[in-house]
């Protein structure tokens, strides 16, 4: 993770919902679980700052290994479950193109239903692209650089990435997130 995200959320750490940092362990018992590697970005979260948190009491944000009393780990969340769509179906992405919905790994719901979730087809430079996964319409939209881009936009608007992303059209409109 970048040092000044990490820096900037433990010097707010009391303003956060937070748990006990994840283990190496954990760590790879998630990505045993998922067969998937996670992102470095997100490793460092977990590991050096919380293992879950509830960011800003806006953003959840989800743990690693048996995840803690209040948030679910990764893998035991499923976006098959929260939408019924095949593992293999395409997830069309608002500014064009497609993923399969089995190559999304959601890291953080919503009071909504939906997710952002990690874009696990493809690995550059330790780190995935990241989405926001509607799961009422399935399709993603918001794609960011990596998750450490997301944590980014969070700590600098303190709300919601993905209303920070959109007008009140493309939320309220297509989201309906209102």
Not at 12 to 36: F, G, M, P, Q
Not at 59 to 76: F, W
Request: negative net charge.
């Amino acid at each position: 993770m970048d040092n000044t995200s990490l820096k900037s959320l433990v010097k707010e750490k009391e303003i956060h919902e937070t748990y006990e940092v994840a283990s190496k362990e954990d760590i790879e018992k998630t990505e045993n679980d998922l067969n998937y590697k996670l992102p470095k970005s997100y490793c460092d979260f977990v590991s050096q700052f919380s293992n879950g948190a509830f960011l800003y009491m806006i953003q959840e944000v989800s743990a690693v290994g048996d995840g803690n009393k209040q948030i679910l780990s990764i893998q035991r969340l499923s976006l098959q479950r929260m939408t019924s769509v095949e593992t293999h179906k395409m997830i069309n992405i608002r500014e064009g193109g497609s993923v399969e919905i089995g190559h999304l790994i959601p890291f953080s719901l919503d009071h909504n239903g939906n997710a952002w979730c990690f874009i696990a087809s493809q690995m550059k430079n330790e780190e995935y692209k990241v989405a926001y996964f509607d799961s009422h319409n399935p399709r993603l939209y918001g794609i960011m650089d990596n998750f450490n881009e997301w944590l980014k936009v969070l700590i600098n608007n303190r709300e919601e990435v993905i209303r920070t992303l959109y007008d009140d059209n493309v939320i309220s409109t297509e989201l309906g997130l209102g």
